[in-house]
């Protein structure tokens, strides 16, 4: 029943805005909604064990200071997702990481840039990745 009036809602909302919607940002809405529904919160901390898990490697390098190639890029993985995905400030990402805002948006462009690319080492993890965190 609260689904039921929440699509409503949507629905009266969506219709109101008078945006032009695509599959796409409805699918991305909906996503949101059953998220509510289910009472699942997509975090920042939750993203960063399901990179570290990806890239077998643990959260704490992650987060630590470590330019290790096999740190590095994971961090700037869940960067980018937090950015992309939770919709973060710059300024917010940086702080749970502990890194300044610039370096969180020079990660995020080097994602994209590498994702454009099709970059071996990027693209795969990223596109397995981002379609689970959208369902989550």
């Not at 289910?38 to 992650?62: C, M, R, S, W, Y």
């Amino acid at each position: 029943p609260s689904l039921i009036r929440a699509l409503e809602a949507l629905a009266l909302r969506l219709h109101q805005s008078q945006l032009k919607l695509d599959i796409s940002m409805i699918d991305h809405l909906l996503q949101d909604l059953i998220r509510e529904e289910k009472g699942q919160q997509l975090t920042p901390d939750i993203i960063l064990q399901h990179v570290a898990e990806t890239f077998q490697v643990n959260a704490e390098d992650i987060m630590g200071k470590s330019q290790n190639k096999e740190h590095v890029l994971p961090r700037k993985m869940a960067m980018y997702f937090c950015r992309t995905i939770l919709r973060m400030p710059y300024l917010k990402i940086g702080e749970f990481f502990s890194r300044d805002h610039s370096t969180v948006m020079s990660s995020v462009k080097q994602i994209e840039k590498g994702k454009a690319s099709k970059d071996k080492n990027i693209a795969p993890p990223l596109f397995k990745k981002k379609k689970k965190f959208l369902n989550y």
